[in-house]
């Protein structure tokens, strides 16, 4: 059994020494993570936390009890992996419990349901470190998984499925969210996409879209701020409190090359590998859409994709112009959500493409606050180099699509999105109507 991603060798300090020794790995890796997971920096009073309460209808509504048959259920269901928690027990662990303690475990998720509380020492993780390129990199270049604990999962299971159900009840996911929820598969949302950026193309219309990227989303998840916003959302006082106490007073240590760190607090996030935690996130930011109501919105898992198009009916130029004035008061609901819900954006690959029928981009220089936002167009062959290149991505997505089975969906998606649909948009709209005026 591997206590660590093979893809990670060693760490390459800011001053250019690289460190392979597990021991040091670990005390460098600490030290960066223990900063990383610091309490958010939030200015108060704060809306979320501050406000006057709000009482709903149902917010003293409890949380459904389980029963020895859901337990066993959702145990059948996990899968039995090698990989072990923070205290050495692995789902192997279930096949080997005597008769008795089936009804015990019930009798303990029932209490943390009534009562909204668990066991500190199911809140300890074990946390491996992914390397996201390069196999020696910087610690922040690392992809933190958390190695949960087997009875806290199975106990996160059985609250998904309750707090589902309040969500769906009183509507708070838009239909604009796919992935992390049953019944909206990304793959719909991708063709509800370029539908969209087809649809609007067709009325003659400059289209911009920009693809935003939030910056370590779950791991920026700020908990009060959680808490308080899902309690004007009408979420019950007895979920209210079992989310609290599931987020707050956790810790870990990581793991590299067999060696342990120190144990170390987590101020803020949603552990990386816990099945509530993208139900949580998405739950969390589902005003987004109301926010950002310049545009058409598309949420993929925990990516947005804004489409803003220019006036039906007027010259060209005058499109890229009303264009424009869209692009900069998106950025604006866009930068004061953000700040609002300490959830940082990834500028580096958060890129914007303009799409048109019109020979000529107009020259937008697109910022998000202070951040500059980068086009994915080349500016002296527009056209024929987004063709060319869909072209010769078309061969590689092939390639993927044939000899890659286990490449996951969303990159399939993500390349198929880029090779397949956009050649078929400089087919039908590739012919110059009319020049920029």
Known sequence: MKSASSSLHGFMLNDGTVIKDGPKMCEEACKHYEEFFSES?????????????????NFDEEIPLCTTEEVIDIVNSRKKKKSIDAHGLSNFTFNFLPLSYWSLLVEIFNHSFSEGMMPDRWKDSRMLLLAKKDPICNPGLTRPISLLDIFLKVNEKLFQTRFMNIVNRR????????????????????LLFFEHISSLMANSSPVETIFVDFRSAFDQLWFLGCIGKLKRMGIPRKYLIWIENWLMN????????????????????????????????ITYHSDLTETLNCCLSHHFADDLAAIMAGGI???????????????????????????????????????????????????????????????CYDPENNAQSTSKSCDGQFISFERLHINSAEKSSIQLLRIAGICLAFPVFSTLYGEPTAGLE
């Open 41 to 57: 920096e939030i200015f108060r009073p704060h809306p979320y936390t501050d406000s006057p309460d709000l009482q709903w209808e």
């Open 171 to 190: 509507g708070l996911l838009p239909d604009t969210q796919s992935g992390f929820r049953p019944k909206f598969r990304l793959q719909t949302r991708v």
């Open 250 to 281: 956790r810790r870990a240590f990581i793991e590299i090359k067999g060696e342990r760190s120190k144990w170390f607090r987590i101020r803020k996030g949603g552990p990386q590998g816990s099945i509530f935690t993208p139900l949580l996130f």
């Open 313 to 375: 009916g007027l010259k060209y130029s005058l499109q890229c112009l009303e264009l424009e004035k869209k692009l900069s008061s998106f950025f604006e609901d866009l930068e004061y959500y953000c700040t609002l819900t300490a959830q940082p954006i990834n500028y580096n690959k958060t890129q914007a493409l303009f799409s048109a029928r019109a020979i000529g981009y107009p020259d937008i220089a697109l910022k998000c606050g202070n951040n500059k936002i980068e086009w």
